[in-house]
């Protein structure tokens, strides 16, 4: 099936800095990739869209430039938090299709743990 | 009014129960269904899905839509420990293909 690798698992950054976080396809050519973002408890908040060789729809209140996406090829997306604060504190998750016209089964990431210091 | 509703439990049952887990929708144009299992700190796996009313079945696992009463269900017969997630419902148009997601309830499957 497919596989979608997400890395890193987890990440402690000092406030300020910038974190990039990679989203990759590993066994197809993912056309469209989804960001989202996880507070406990709480369910998945969708972030951003991006198709590859584009640039990414964000939802409203995502700020842009401080949550930047790129989707350069069919199999890796990144998602940069920059200039993190605690608040950007969270669970970050991605999901990729090739086939985004299909309603259901995309496939996720593990998961990325932030946690800014 | 959140477009998907789902209670976040967490709901306890002892190994072998028949768990339901349910969610409703406000979305009138939604006519997809799926259902996501997520262990702690990783990433939802698809379990279901399902198009417009009716049932499914998948081993241990089925779903039900109701879109009279915008209701979503999904039974687990014969509960296993390794049940133990989080599920998450999630629905989508078949305009928008970006799920929308309840946030999720807790099942503990104890021995």
């Known amino acids: 099936g497919a596989v979608v690798s997400q890395h890193p698992s987890r990440v402690i950054c000092k406030s300020g800095t910038s974190v990039k976080i990679e989203c990759r396809s590993l066994?197809?050519?993912?056309?469209?990739m989804f960001w989202y973002r996880q507070f406990p408890k709480q369910s998945l908040m969708l972030m951003a869209t991006s198709n590859e060789g584009s640039k990414a729809t964000y939802e409203q209140g995502v700020e842009k430039d401080k949550f930047l996406i790129n989707h350069a090829s069919l199999t890796l997306s990144t998602l940069t938090v920059t200039s993190a604060h605690p608040e950007d504190s969270s669970f970050y998750i991605c999901?990729?299709?090739?086939?985004?016209?299909?309603?259901?089964?995309?496939?996720f990431g593990s998961g990325t743990r932030l946690t800014v210091v | 009014q959140k477009e998907v509703e789902q209670d976040p439990g967490p709901l306890s049952v002892p190994e072998g129960a028949i768990v339901s887990l349910n969610c409703t929708y406000s979305n009138s144009a939604f006519q997809y269904f799926m259902w996501y299992r997520q262990y702690s700190r990783k990433g939802p796996e698809l379990l279901m899905y399902t198009y417009s009313s009716g049932n499914k079945e998948d081993g241990r696992f089925t779903a039900q839509v109701d879109k009279s009463s915008k209701y979503i269900s999904l039974f687990i017969r014969d509960s296993q420990p390794s049940d133990s997630a989080t599920y998450l419902c999630?629905?989508?148009?078949?305009?928008?293909?970006?799920?929308?997601f309840g946030r999720g309830t807790s099942l503990i499957v104890h021995p």
């Open positions: 066994d197809f050519q993912a056309t469209t």
């Open positions: 999901s990729a299709t090739n086939n985004p016209g299909r309603d259901y089964g995309y496939t």
């Open positions: 999630a629905s989508s148009s078949g305009g928008s293909y970006i799920p929308t």
